[in-house]
């Protein structure tokens, strides 16, 4: 488990904790503030704020890169470390909800999938596939994964469809020679894919 704690005395409005009272919290106990793991999709933390004198809630990162942090509602933590994020939800907390607050956050376990990407057209088996955490897939690994081109696929003008970025990225369409990649050996002009792409395999034209 990863703990981040930011710690925070309550005014003479609220509660107020001790050194000996929080040092009797379990959560507390050797806790190492982390500031390297970087919170995905799927991850479970739990939530606890010190004050409130409550047991730790469990929340999940969802699809959308946020938690549903409990008086604050629905907040982006995707990309950031639980140290970050126990620090930006004190802020918030105290502008209108504490004098000061205690906020910990805990990394419970931590989702093994990346995301999911999609091939779609002439293969053999269309539909999502997962990227596994710190899985380099490429585009002609998936094309193989969804068990090899179908008998009437295109695959010399293969696309890759990538989705407009957060980070205002925009979207992107390419097309690839898989011929080239995966029968000529050239690995090099492969493409790393990235949670949400589209694998579109176009049928070829048919010669009767």
């Given at each position: 488990m990863i703990?981040?704690?930011?710690?925070?005395?309550?005014?003479?409005?609220?509660s107020v904790v001790s050194n000996a009272a929080s040092a009797t919290l379990p959560i507390l106990a050797g806790y190492v503030p982390d500031d390297k793991y970087k919170l995905r999709v799927g991850d479970k933390v739990s939530f606890q704020i010190i004050e409130d004198r409550d047991a730790p809630r469990s929340l999940v990162v969802a699809d959308s890169g946020e938690l549903d942090v409990p008086y604050l509602g629905?907040?982006?933590?995707a990309d950031k470390t639980c140290k970050q994020l126990a620090d930006e939800l004190k802020a918030q907390l105290e502008k209108e909800y504490y004098y000061r607050a205690t906020v910990i956050i805990a990394l419970d376990v931590a989702n093994k999938l990346l995301g999911r990407i999609y091939v779609w057209g002439q293969v053999r088996s269309q539909g999502p596939m997962d990227i596994g955490v710190n899985e380099n897939l490429t585009v002609g690994k998936a094309i193989l994964r969804a068990g090899g081109f179908a008998d009437f696929a295109n695959k010399k003008k293969v696309k890759?469809?990538?989705?407009?970025?957060?980070d205002g990225a925009p979207r992107l369409t390419?097309?690839?020679?898989?011929?080239?990649?995966?029968e000529k050996g050239a690995a090099e002009k492969d493409i790393v894919l990235q949670p949400d792409d589209f694998i579109i395999v176009p049928s070829r034209l048919i010669s009767f």
């Open positions: 703990i981040a704690q930011t710690s925070a005395t309550a005014n003479s409005g609220g629905r907040v982006l933590v890759l469809v990538r989705a407009a970025g957060a390419m097309e690839l020679n898989m011929v080239d990649i995966l």
